[in-house]
């Protein structure tokens, strides 16, 4: 065997081994450090790319979920709101009956049913004018931003003449599914037009007119708006009939309907959503998580032999004192 001073290759091979367990070591106190497997992109490039995506498409959905929980509240207000006004309807036919059908009150008495009836009049205007956020819960216009009057038609509602708002329940955004938040045409629900249709016994709202003996109508052709502002022209008692107070009943309970079958889809669309982020989370777990059981023994693994190089390295440098000893 020949010895020399001037190469020590035993030394070289144990510190290239050395700088290769260290290297393997630190990568294990990364992953272990950050609980993911690709602590670099060297790791694995096109995995990385991939749990990018995921990560994105994760975030996307919490947005998608945020903005579902949100329109959830908006409906829940509007249920509430709407919940009142049918309240309040059936309140004010109950003073249309106390007022009128009873011989024993006196004129002042139904006056005072007739305060009442005008008071709740404001207050239902004050409900159309409420607001969730700054947003009106009730539309009054067509578009956000103004438009045409929206008009109330029931289940043969015109899309033109309604006012919805669009959520975005998908991680596409606008190009992935959307959802028709109503904004309930309250005010129009509560309008009447009592007019008689030519040649016809149906009033325009829906309702069924009566005619005298003459072919002309029993009551005096008017537009009947149960919510008024403060101050405004308010109805009386003697100015409606049960019919059209039972009419804006069935009006406000459709609405409540229709909000309730928009909840209904956005119920279900919440929990598509959350179903989708739990296996896509799952999916990116299984694709960056560090199985901690198998670095924990690469560590141990990765330790033992970087002492065990450092340790060669020592011994490889102590060769050359067998040249120097020959020397002397």
């Known amino acids: 065997m020949s010895l020399n001073i001037s190469t020590n290759t035993a030394a070289l091979r144990a510190g290239t081994q050395l700088g290769i367990n260290q290297k393997l070591l630190k990568k294990s106190f990364d992953r272990l450090a950050s609980g993911s497997k690709l602590s670099s992109p060297v790791d694995d490039p096109g995995g990385l790319a991939v749990s990018m995506k995921l990560s994105a498409a994760?975030?996307?959905i919490s947005g998608a979920q945020n903005n579902v929980q949100n329109a959830i509240s908006f409906m829940e207000v509007q249920d509430g709101m709407l919940d009142t006004v049918g309240k309040i309807i059936d309140r004010m036919s109950e003073l249309k009956g106390l007022a009128s059908q009873d011989p024993m009150k006196s004129a002042q008495d139904r006056a005072s049913y007739?305060?009442?009836?005008k008071d709740l009049q404001a207050q239902l205007y004050d409900i159309s004018q409420m607001k969730f956020n700054g947003v009106s819960l009730f539309a009054n216009t067509t578009e956000i931003s103004g438009g045409d009057p929206?008009?109330?038609g029931g289940a043969s509602q015109d899309p033109t003449l309604d006012n919805t708002l669009t959520i975005f329940t998908s991680a596409e955004g606008a190009a992935g599914s959307k959802v028709s938040v109503h904004k309930s045409v309250l005010l129009s629900a509560l309008t009447f037009n009592t007019n008689l249709t030519a040649g016809s016994d149906t009033y325009a709202n829906g309702?069924?007119?009566n005619k005298d003996k003459t072919g002309n109508d029993e009551e005096e052709a008017f537009?009947?708006?149960f919510a008024i502002q403060s101050g405004g022209d308010f109805l009386n008692l003697a100015d409606i009939s049960v019919g059209v107070i039972t009419q804006a009943l069935e009006n406000v309970a459709f609405l409540r309907a229709q909000n309730g079958g928009v909840h209904s889809r956005l119920a279900f669309n919440s929990?598509?959503?959350?179903?989708?982020?739990?296996?896509?989370?799952a999916a990116l777990g299984r694709m960056v998580d560090v199985d901690i059981a198998e670095e924990t023994t690469n560590l141990a693994k990765y330790?033992?032999?970087s002492q065990a190089s450092a340790s060669m390295l020592a011994q490889a440098n102590q060769n050359t004192d067998i040249a120097l000893m020959l020397l002397r």
Do not use: H, P, W
């Open 303 to 305: 330790s033992v032999l």
């Open 150 to 152: 929206a008009k109330f």
């Open 207 to 209: 309702l069924t007119g």
């Open 58 to 60: 994760i975030n996307r």
């Open 114 to 117: 007739n305060n009442e009836f």
């Open 223 to 225: 537009v009947a708006t």
């Open 271 to 281: 929990q598509s959503l959350t179903q989708q982020k739990t296996n896509m989370r």
